[in-house]
Nanobody, 117 residues
Framework: QVQLVESGGGLVQAGGSLRLSCAAS????????MGWYRQAPGNQRELVAQ???????NYVDSVKGRFTISRDNAKKTVYLQMNSLKPEDTGVYYC???????????WGQGTQVTVSS
């Protein structure tokens, strides 16, 4: 069982920045593909960014050039640096982990990001 704890959400004005962190309890963090998803009110949860165990990255088109996902395997933490935030980035951001050995997927409790115009 992997526990994921997110932090770093908050309220920011449009154009501002936030950095989300997700700390994992899994000792074998390097076998986890990690991702950030978000869910706005009335919308489905969507993938924002992914980072593989080998640090390959993938982003949804709407955040390319503004968001950066990274990982620190020694700290068992994944980050999402969010710059030039827009009101449409508002939502609950969830950390996700896929264990490549077991195939199990895990979710964090979510952290609220609100961008005011």
């Amino acid at each position: 069982q992997v526990q994921l704890v997110e932090s770093g959400g908050g309220l920011v004005q449009a154009g501002g920045s936030l950095r989300l962190s997700c700390a994992a309890s899994e000792t074998a963090f390097n076998v986890l593909n990690m991702g950030w998803y978000r869910q706005a009110p009335g919308n489905q949860r969507e993938l924002v960014a992914q980072i593989t165990s080998g640090s390959g990255t993938n982003y949804v088109d709407s955040v390319k050039g503004r968001f950066t996902i990274s990982r620190d395997n020694a700290k068992k933490t994944v980050y999402l640096q969010m710059n030039s935030l827009k009101p449409e980035d508002t939502g609950v951001y969830y950390c996700n982990a896929l264990n490549l050995l077991s195939g199990y997927t895990y979710w964090g409790q979510g952290t609220q990001v609100t961008v005011s115009s």
